[in-house]
C-alpha cells in the first residue's frame, strides 16, 4: 500500500473513530415535536434526495403517539426503504474494497456497541413527554442505531453514496427522527 | 473452595481454584449460549428485518437483533476472560443448536420463533438466575430482561396476526413446522452434562423438567391466549 492509500485509510478509521466517540454525547430526540426549522426541512430534502427519489412536502409530527402511529401505516414508501438497503449495500462492498470484509465489520461492531446505549436516550425523551412505552422507546432506538450504522458505512466508503445517511444523521444529531416517507409525505419527528 | 448452592463460585479468579468438571462445565454452558445467541441473531432476527412489514417494526426487530447480538458479546466477554478461545465461542468454532436449521421465510415465522424460542430460552436463563457461578448469574439477571422483551413482542405479534383468518392460518403453519423442534432444545432425557451442571448447583432443573415446563407454558400460550393447536410431538428428546 501507498504512503498517499495508508494516509486515506488511516483517516477514515480517525473519521470512524471520532463519529463513534461523538454518538454517545449527542442529545437524541431532544428536539422531537417541536417546529421544524428550515435547516432541518432542507437536511430532510438533501436526505430524500440523496436516494434518489423524488422530492415532497416535509411535514412535523406533534407527538410520540403520532409518530408511533406514522410508521404503522400501511401506506409507507416501500421504495425509500429499498434505496436506503440499495445504498448500504454499495457502502459495504465499497468499504470492504478498501479496507477488508472483517475489518470494516470490526468497526461496524464497536460502532453498534456504542449505539446500543440510545435505548436510555429514547426512554428519557418518552419520559420527559409523560410516557412510558418500553416497545416505542426500543423502535425509535433501532431507528437511531440503524442511522449509525449507516453513517459509518458512509464514513468506511469514503463515497459520494453516502450522502444521504449524512443528511439523515445529521436530523437525528439535531434532536430529530426522520420517519420516513409515509402517504407521499416526508415525516420529521 | 467446592462449588456448591450454599458456596458460590464469586468471580473468574475464584473459579481457577473450582474443581476441573466444574470449570468445564461452566466454559461449556457459557460457550453454548455465546455461539447460539450469535447464530440466532445471525439467522432469524437480522433477515426478520427485511420481512417486517411497517417501518415500526422494521425498527423494534432492528433493536431485538441488536440486542440479541449483544448478548453474544456479554458471554463472549466473560468467555474471554474465562480463558475459552474465541474461536470456540462463534458458530464457525462450534455447532450451533439444532433449532436454528429452520430456513426462515416468512414474517409469521420470525414472530412464532420470538414467541416459541424465546420463551424456552427464558427458561433456561430462569434456572441459570440460581446458578452457583456468580458472574453467569450476573449475566443472566442482566439478560433476562431482554429476553422476556422479546417473548412479549412473540406473543403480541402472534396475537395481531391470528385476528385475521389468513394469518391465523400462517402463524399456525409456523407453528406446525416449527414447534417440533422445540423439545430437543432442552436436551437429553437424563443427560450427563445436566447432571454434572446440577452437582454443582450451576444449574438447578433436570432437562426434562425443563422441557415439562416449557410445554405447559406454551400450551397456554398457543392453546389457551391464540386459541391455535400445538402439534403432538415426541416430547422426550
Redesign the interface.
Known amino acids: 500500500m501507498s504512503d498517499a492509500a495508508r494516509g486515506e485509510v488511516d483517516a477514515a478509521w480517525a473519521q470512524v473513530a471520532a463519529f463513534t466517540a461523538e454518538i454517545p454525547r449527542l442529545r437524541w430526540f431532544s428536539a422531537v415535536g417541536t417546529a421544524l426549522a428550515p435547516a432541518v426541512i432542507a437536511a430532510a430534502e438533501r436526505y430524500v434526495t440523496a436516494l434518489g427519489l423524488a422530492p415532497g412536502p416535509v411535514a412535523p409530527v406533534p407527538g410520540w403517539r403520532e409518530a408511533a402511529a406514522i410508521t404503522q401505516r400501511p401506506d409507507w414508501s416501500r421504495d425509500w426503504w429499498q434505496a436506503e438497503s440499495a445504498c448500504e449495500q454499495a457502502l459495504q462492498r465499497q468499504g470492504a474494497a478498501r479496507f477488508g470484509l472483517q475489518p470494516l465489520l470490526t468497526a461496524l461492531t464497536a460502532l453498534a456497541e456504542v449505539a446500543a446505549g440510545l435505548q436510555t436516550c429514547a426512554a428519557v425523551a418518552l419520559a420527559s413527554a409523560g410516557l412510558d412505552d418500553t416497545a416505542l422507546a426500543k423502535v425509535a432506538a433501532g431507528a437511531a442505531a440503524q442511522a449509525c450504522h449507516q453513517r459509518g458505512l458512509a464514513l468506511l466508503a469514503g463515497s459520494e453514496a453516502g450522502h444521504a445517511f449524512t443528511a439523515k444523521f445529521e436530523l437525528f444529531a439535531a434532536g430529530r427522527w426522520p420517519l420516513g416517507i409515509v402517504g407521499g409525505t416526508r415525516f420529521v419527528f | 473452595m467446592s462449588a456448591t448452592a450454599a458456596a458460590p463460585i464469586k468471580s473468574v479468579d475464584a473459579l481457577k481454584a473450582a474443581p476441573d468438571e466444574y470449570r468445564l462445565a461452566v466454559r461449556k454452558v457459557v460457550r453454548s449460549h455465546a455461539v447460539n445467541e450469535l447464530y440466532g441473531a445471525r439467522v432469524y432476527d437480522e433477515p426478520a428485518i ?1 420481512l417486517a412489514p ?11 437483533a ?2 440479541e ?2 448478548h453474544h ?1 456479554r458471554f463472549r466477554q466473560l468467555g474471554e476472560q474465562m480463558g475459552i478461545p474465541e474461536s470456540e465461542m462463534t458458530p464457525e468454532g462450534r455447532k450451533p443448536l439444532s433449532i436454528f436449521e429452520f430456513s426462515l421465510k416468512t414474517w409469521e415465522e420470525f414472530c412464532v420463533i420470538k414467541l416459541l424460542a424465546d420463551l424456552a430460552e427464558i427458561i433456561q436463563v430462569e434456572d441459570l438466575m440460581k446458578c452457583s457461578f456468580l458472574p453467569l448469574r450476573n449475566l443472566a439477571k442482566v439478560t433476562m430482561p431482554e429476553e422476556i ?1 422479546h417473548s412479549q ?1 412473540g406473543k403480541d405479534t402472534c396475537t395481531e396476526l391470528v385476528k385475521t383468518e389468513d394469518g391465523r392460518k400462517k402463524v399456525q403453519a409456523a407453528i406446525d413446522h416449527y414447534f417440533p423442534m422445540m423439545p430437543a432444545f432442552f436436551g437429553k432425557a437424563d443427560s450427563a452434562n445436566n447432571a454434572l451442571y446440577r452437582k454443582y448447583g450451576i444449574k438447578q432443573r433436570t432437562n426434562e423438567d425443563m422441557r415439562a415446563d416449557f410445554l405447559k407454558r406454551v400450551r397456554d400460550l398457543v392453546e389457551g391466549h391464540l386459541k391455535l393447536k400445538l402439534p403432538e410431538v415426541v416430547e422426550a428428546a
Open positions: 427485511a411497517t417501518p415500526y417494526l422494521k425498527w423494534l426487530t432492528c433493536r431485538i441488536m440486542e447480538y449483544g458479546v422483551f413482542f
